[in-house]
Each structure stands twice: as structure tokens, then as C-alpha cells.
């Protein structure tokens, strides 16, 4: 019998339903109780001889010795990077807002005009963040 995963965006988390076989399934969020869920495509990782995921040293954290913590350029390489990694979509505003970085603006003048724009000052998930994922199982 399958598992399928599905997406509230209400509370952009991603929910595990255990489907019986035969059945066309339509649950609804367990936490808010939204009705409209998306079904996505569940994760899996893959592993070749001598890696784990895209790491050729054999383990899983990259390496962020070459990080310059007060250099907010080498800041937004890193996030771009271990973002392409784990390919994973920052959406178009964090996307320019990395870009800009990267290209030498001030950091508090990139927050300021994201939050000007109406984003990360809202009730809920910002446009853009990865969805959680809730550790139970459900029946659908």
C-alpha cells in the first residue's frame, strides 16, 4: 500500500498519507484542516561508490572552512551553493536578493527593500521558503 505525500500551502508543510490501494485519495491537512492539498513528488536521495549525495569526501556536511562570516559576498556564495546541491528552488525574490549580495550591495539595504516589498514581515510561510516536513504518517 503506498504513501503519498501532500502539500498544505496554508501551512506550507509537506504531510505523509498511507492510501489504500484501490482508493482515489483527498485528505485534508491534519493540522489546519484545509481541504485543498497539492500532491507532490516525494524525496529520495541516490549514493554512488565513494559518495554520499553530491560530497566526494564520503560525508554529508560541505566543507565551509573558506567561509568569511563578515564578508556577506562569501555569505551568498554559500547559500547559493549548498542550495544548487540540494537543488533546491530559492524563488525569484531571495534569488535577486543572493544575486545582489553577491555582487557587493549592502546587506541592510537588500533586508530593507525585501521587507518593503512585503516579504518576511508576514503572518505565515514567505514566498519562496521550503515547505516543512511533518514526521507522522496519516491515513488518507
Not at 542550495?83 to 541592510?108: C, K, Q, S, V, Y
Request: proline share 9%.
Amino acid at each position: 500500500m503506498p504513501i503519498y505525500e501532500y502539500l498544505c500551502s496554508k501551512c506550507n508543510v509537506i504531510y505523509q498519507f498511507f492510501v489504500k490501494s484501490g482508493s482515489n485519495p483527498s485528505p485534508s491537512c491534519p493540522k489546519c484542516g484545509a481541504g485543498d492539498l497539492e500532491r507532490v513528488m516525494s524525496t529520495f536521495s541516490t549514493s554512488r561508490k565513494g559518495e554520499i549525495g553530491s560530497s566526494t569526501s564520503g560525508d554529508d556536511m560541505p566543507d565551509l572552512s573558506d567561509i568569511d562570516e563578515s564578508d556577506p559576498r562569501s555569505m551568498a556564495r554559500a547559500i547559493r551553493h549548498m542550495a544548487d546541491d540540494m537543488g533546491e528552488d530559492l524563488g525569484p525574490e531571495l534569488d535577486e536578493a543572493i544575486t545582489r549580495l553577491e555582487a557587493g550591495e549592502d546587506p541592510e539595504k537588500v533586508e530593507r527593500e525585501l521587507e518593503g516589498m512585503g516579504l518576511g514581515d508576514e503572518d505565515g510561510p514567505s514566498p519562496g521558503t521550503p515547505p516543512a516536513r511533518d514526521p507522522g504518517l496519516y491515513e488518507a
